[in-house]
């Protein structure tokens, strides 16, 4: 089961909280606790067969002596038959193999601990219950004992991950485990064992905020951050992976503690820019949930190599699995850190021109993620400088926006709308309206986006309708030559406007009938 927590609403300090919305900042708040809440969450998309916050071990890991499952040696659904039965009685041998003594005890603890494991391994539904029902975790906690073999170990560090995998009230029942699997996190312990426990302990992570407490509680941050300095690709990727399920929130703590971490920056920008796509992706998700909850994360990444890398990997790559954090982190950073845009995605740079390359990619994508999380990661951009709205505007973006507009479905139109609402504008100050930029303006209106700002209005969610409003309001006051009020009342603006005129909501009342008055009152169409 992947985390069900609804995430806290952010603070003020909240680092997304800087994402600027130059045609209307009074939204940017709301705007800005979505987007935290996505990043926190584990995303629809990763949930692919299993649900990547929690994964079942069913192969050995890289450089140990287990010889790997067949496809034949699978259990499938229909032949379970006496499988419960098999692994109740498993249990019982694993707790008689604890008081053997003398010549062969090793053996047939090893032996009691595989039979298991492989119970728990080749099912597509494991015996976690009964394994659980049957004792099986207090047996295992012994067998994790210090001064245990490294083979011993590691069979019973399996055990455990794939139990952990379960649901949650089988994943709680590690509780007892926890100590000890953190504790061979550590120097002390072979590469094979500390990595089979991290990955044990990324599935316990990934059930819920409160194991995340424990787990944090209990010390597992720091061994699990040098465990993912390892030059061992494997080691690497599985302490990214129980990294980024550690520290995924919503209590910014963790992060926090992790960035200050000595070599975890250094280790990001290396894997980035030299590992393999699997251990590229673990990488950027922590990334995500970096940029995601920590201003002073935000802060160090955006002024590292890290920029340059994920916009590389994303223009590069046509893996949705690492696509998808990587566009996710980069958005992230864009909306966190004005240095990001200001002084890092500067017009004219190779860098800008790759960036805005790679997003135009996205939003040409088949994937409802990667077009959406592209269109937010635009409207941040574009609401930089005039030189970045205008680069923007005169690229392939902007007609590709438009066409998401009155296409896409509901999430995506509200993003494109964002970016195009922030091409036509720039700040004239804290409290006037925002000064027009008339090119911008009727091209995108010519290009066909009314229509999309009107069924907005619409729309029954208030941040959406207040930002039609905003648009249509732009239209009505700077289109060329006082043809704005005509062209919104052609697309059916005043009736949607009209629609607010009773609203219980009495910003959005007073909005919409101020517009309806002051451009439609009784002088209009007399000239």
């Not at 008081?99 to 492989?118: D, M, N, Y």
């Not at 920590?294 to 949705?320: G, M, T």
């Not at 004005?338 to 740079?349: F, N, P, Q």
Request: proline share 4%.
């Amino acid at each position: 089961m992947a985390d069900g927590n609804n995430p806290a609403p952010p603070s003020a300090a909240s680092p997304l909280q800087s994402h600027r919305y130059a045609i209307k900042s009074s939204v940017h708040n709301t705007a800005a606790s979505r987007r935290r809440e996505q990043a926190v969450a584990i995303g629809k998309e990763r949930r692919e067969a299993l649900m990547r916050a929690k994964r079942v071990c069913r192969t050995p890991l890289s450089g140990s002596n287990e010889s790997a499952i067949e496809d034949g040696d699978m259990v499938i659904d229909d032949e379970k038959e006496g499988l419960e039965t098999r692994t109740a009685q498993a249990v019982q041998e694993l707790k008689s193999s604890l008081s053997s003594q003398g010549k062969g005890a090793q053996k047939k603890k090893i032996e009691a601990l595989r039979a298991l494991r492989r119970l728990l391994s080749q099912s597509e539904v494991p015996p976690i219950e009964v394994a659980i029902k049957a004792g099986a975790v207090p047996l295992l906690v012994q067998f994790l004992s210090f001064g245990s073999s490294d083979e011993q170990l590691l069979e019973t560090a399996w055990c455990l991950t794939n139990i952990a995998a379960g649901q949650p009230e089988e994943t709680k029942a590690l509780l007892p485990a926890l100590p000890l699997l953190i504790a061979h996190l550590g120097e002390k312990s072979s590469t094979l064992v500390a990595e089979q426990c991290a990955w044990a302990i990324g599935n316990v992570a990934g059930e819920g905020a409160d194991l995340r407490s424990t787990l944090l509680a209990q010390g597992a941050l720091l061994p699990l951050a040098r465990l993912m300095l390892s030059n061992k690709g494997s080691t690497a990727r599985t302490a990214a992976w129980a990294l980024s399920n550690l520290i995924k929130g919503p209590d910014p703590k963790a992060v926090n503690e992790l960035i200050k971490i000595e070599g975890v920056l250094n280790a990001i920008v290396r894997d980035l820019e030299k590992a393999d796509e699997e251990l590229a992706t673990e990488v950027a998700w922590v990334v995500v949930y970096l940029s995601a909850l920590s201003e002073k994360a935000i802060s160090l990444i955006v002024r590292s190599h890290v920029p340059q890398l994920l916009i590389a990997r994303l223009l590069a790559s046509e893996n949705l699995q690492l696509l998808i954090p990587v566009l996710r982190g980069l958005g992230n950073l864009v909306a966190g850190d004005g240095y990001m845009v200001d002084s890092v995605l500067i017009v004219g740079h190779s860098i800008t021109d790759q960036a805005l390359s790679s997003l135009i990619k996205c939003l040409k994508s088949d994937n409802r993620v990667l077009r959406k999380e592209a269109s937010w990661a635009l409207s941040n951009i574009a609401a930089g400088s005039f030189e970045h709205k205008k680069l923007i505007f005169t690229s392939e973006a902007t007609p590709l926006l438009i066409h998401l507009l009155t296409s896409a479905q509901f999430d995506i139109r509200k993003e494109a709308a964002y970016t195009l609402g922030n091409l036509c504008v720039v700040s004239a100050g804290c409290t006037d309206p925002p000064n027009i930029i008339t090119e911008h303006l009727a091209s995108i209106i010519n290009g066909g986006a009314l229509p999309g700002f009107v069924n907005l209005v619409r729309s029954a969610d208030i941040e959406s309708a207040r930002l039609g409003l905003q648009f249509l309001e732009l239209v009505m006051r700077g289109y060329p030559n006082g043809q704005g009020p005509a062209l919104v009342e052609r697309q059916d603006g005043i009736d949607a406007m009209e629609r607010f005129q009773f609203h219980e909501n009495e910003a959005m009342r007073n909005m919409a009938n101020g517009l309806v008055d002051k451009y439609f009152g009784e002088d209009y169409g007399l000239e």
